[in-house]
């Protein structure tokens, strides 16, 4: 069975400061890989979607990478900003149309 | 544009109440559809998904079911409610294996 892990399980930065959001999963049999944002009672925002060929993809701000033969996907917010705060959440697809999640890290970028 | 609609937004019912939450797709065919619950404090999981019309697999044995009557409409449902069955509620869609995965806004269900 997959697994997902991120880390760190919360995160605070003061505004400006780049950084690395971290996720490990066990299987790399994997499709691709997504990132997300929930913001507090909300629901997940698509930030970043990653094919299993690929090793890179960037948004804006955001840039996101994957190993798969680790096992492991960074997500790199550059020049952070307190509208960032949010958990941002990973998730793996494999065969059978299941995604398996991480439990998120909590962001808090202070002004 | 594809679009995904899920309702209701809150929802507070009793113990042994029945459950209806809806999710519709628009502006794709054949979409792909999930539910997934997030409970207070840990992560996502997933409940059922569906590849097409009355193709529904279950992942999580308990007292919910869902039925897919349309192509782009997902409905979870419960005949009695449970104080477990309390948690926050997802409904999420994409189109083909290697395509972007889209939720809904989801429904925060409280039972008393």
């Known amino acids: 069975k997959q697994e997902v892990t991120q880390i760190p399980a919360a995160l605070s930065v003061p505004e400006g400061e780049n950084l690395v959001l971290n996720c490990s999963f066990t299987d790399s049999a994997i499709y691709n890989l997504q990132w997300f944002r929930q913001d507090p009672g909300k629901g997940l925002t698509s930030l970043l979607l990653?094919?299993?060929?690929?090793r890179e993809q960037t948004s804006g701000r955001l840039n996101a990478s994957l190993d798969k033969s680790s096992g492991r996907s960074t997500l790199y917010i550059a020049a952070s900003q307190p509208g960032d705060s949010a958990t941002y959440l990973c998730a793996v697809r494999r065969v059978g149309n299941q995604f398996y999640f991480g439990t998120g890290t909590s962001l808090t970028v202070i002004p | 544009s594809q679009t995904i609609h899920q309702w209701p937004a809150t929802l507070v019912q009793p113990v042994g109440s029945p459950l209806s939450l809806e999710c519709t797709v628009e502006?794709?065919?054949?979409?792909?559809l999930y539910w997934y619950r997030q409970a207070a404090g840990r992560g996502l999981q997933l409940l059922f998904y569906?590849?097409?019309?009355?193709?529904i697999s279950s992942e999580v044995p308990q007292n919910l079911s869902a039925s897919r009557p349309q192509d782009r409409q997902f409905i979870l449902s419960s005949k009695k409610l449970l104080l477990s069955d309390s948690g926050f509620y997802l409904c999420a869609w994409h189109f083909q294996m290697n395509t972007e995965a889209f939720f809904g806004q989801g429904t925060r269900l409280t039972v008393v």
């Open positions: 990653i094919q299993s060929s690929q």
């Open positions: 569906s590849v097409g019309i009355g193709q």
């Open positions: 502006g794709t065919s054949n979409p792909n």
